[in-house]
């Protein structure tokens, strides 16, 4: 069956383009930086906004309107993984991404849940036969059911904590099964209302002992797949164990867990946590720890995750900037967890969306990439931290220096002068030459 016969293959047509279904700055092939954009890209279609999302909120039910929503139950569930691979194949995305839920319907047990992953994934194992779309990576719905109230790993139940358990053993299963080149924890709920009932160094130590238990069980089944973290600070929970990038490292230190696994970064988590996208990704590059990203933008009016495709050019550039600077994602990848907004509602709206992203983080490739061949920014940090390149600041930096030492030198100094930041040039720098991509120079 074809659930998007109106639309053809997307290509790639050029910045004059007027086709709304149709590439203007994402070229596949087109080589930035020694790689295809499709290598350095890496997209990922993320299976729960783009085929179970009804566009419900919290004041109104859904919008969207589905060719394949005229099915229910375990019918449902195929029709979405036919339009799934139709989906991929026009929009010519190189991996998907997917919770346990969003592929099938939960059952009345755990043992007939399992039985419906298993028929499912057999059906996707046989498209992905034909298909270039690979799993970026899956993960398990620890969140959704009202058994999580109280958590998963981190709940005041032990029978939640072992279910929990249960549904990430069977997660990891499926992606060996599938070839995903990642598995991601994404504690939806791993977190608390209030300190007033909590026993928080237990329900960390607990979310501890859970990820060791999920590195051990990789290895024992040969699961290779790179695990990611991804840091959400609020939302559902008041607070969560992985605030940020900086409290998640710490996590992850403190249960000697860091050599086991990097960061799923999402723009909108980062801004949610008070944070810009690109200090997310530079916190997590500068310790090694970027593994791959979420790519959606938060509305800067509203306090929630909002989770819209992203389009601030602005935003795509410095963060392409930091991969480039990462050498790239590696195994990671962009994964759109965006959704189109209510009123955009009709099937084609998922292609334009997505062509929006894809554009998106295709002119932010190109122009991060001009601007490190430019050395733009490095020259700008070079010069501005000098003084730790000679002098008593080279002292500094080889650890030569006391506080003894440190206090003799500034006894001795007459003037301390500064230099301007440059902030404003530095801005209209990058706006030059994002315009300069435009106009295609």
Not at 67 to 82: H, I, N, Q, T, Y
Not at 97 to 109: K, L, M, R, T, Y
Not at 355 to 360: E, F, L, N, R, T
Request: net charge negative; charged share 25%.
């Amino acid at each position: 069956m074809t659930y998007f016969s109106n639309i053809d293959k997307i290509k790639f047509e050029g910045a004059k383009s007027t086709n709304p279904y149709a590439f203007k700055f994402y070229n596949p092939t087109e080589v930035i930086g020694g790689k295809t954009m499709e290598e350095y890209l890496r997209f990922g279609v993320a299976y729960w906004h783009t085929f179970t999302e009804d566009l419900s909120d919290p004041f109104g039910a859904g919008t969207a309107i589905r060719p394949w929503d005229k099915f229910s139950g375990m019918d449902l569930a195929k029709a979405r993984v036919e339009a799934a691979f139709e989906f991929f194949e026009k929009l010519g995305v190189p991996y998907f991404c997917f919770h346990d839920v969003d592929i099938a319907p939960e059952g009345d047990s755990l043992k007939e849940t399992y039985e419906n992953l298993d028929t499912i994934v057999a059906m996707i194992k046989d498209y992905m036969k034909d298909s270039k779309t690979k799993l970026l990576w899956n993960t398990a719905n620890n969140f959704s059911n009202p058994r999580f109230v109280h958590g998963a790993a981190s709940s005041s139940s032990a029978d939640v904590f072992a279910y929990s358990a249960a549904k990430v053993k069977k997660g990891l299963e499926i992606g060996k099964e599938l070839g995903a080149e990642n598995y991601v924890f994404w504690g939806g709920r791993e977190g608390y209302e209030t300190l007033l009932n909590t026993d928080m160094k237990l329900e960390m130590d607990n979310l501890g002992r859970f990820f060791h238990m999920a590195v051990d069980y990789a290895k024992e089944i040969g699961f290779d797949a790179q695990f990611l973290i991804e840091p959400k600070p609020k939302e559902p929970t008041s607070h969560q164990y992985d605030f940020d990038v900086a409290s998640g490292y710490a996590f992850l230190q403190h249960y000697g867990l860091q050599d086991h696994f990097k960061f799923n970064i999402e723009a909108n988590h980062a801004t949610l946590a008070g944070h810009t996208f690109e200090h997310e990704l530079h916190y997590a590059r500068i310790h090694g720890m970027l593994g791959s990203v979420d790519a959606n933008q938060g509305h800067p009016l509203l306090g929630w995750d909002t989770d819209e495709f992203p389009t601030d050019l602005y935003s795509s550039i410095l963060a392409m900037y930091e991969i480039i600077k990462n050498g790239g994602l590696g195994r990671g990848g962009l994964n759109f967890d965006a959704k189109v907004r209510r009123g955009s509602f009709a099937p084609e709206d998922l292609f334009e969306a997505h062509i929006a992203g894809m554009d998106s983080f295709a002119v932010g490739l190109k122009v991060a990439q001009q601007l490190i061949d430019d050395k733009v920014m490095d020259g700008v940090i070079e010069n501005r931290y000098q003084s730790f390149t000679e002098g008593i600041g080279k002292e500094i930096v080889a650890g030569n220096m006391d506080l003894k030492k440190l206090e003799d030198h500034a006894l001795g100094l007459t003037e301390i002068k500064h230099e301007s930041g440059k902030l404003e040039r530095i801005k209209a720098t990058i706006n030059q030459y994002l315009l300069r991509a435009y106009a295609g120079e």
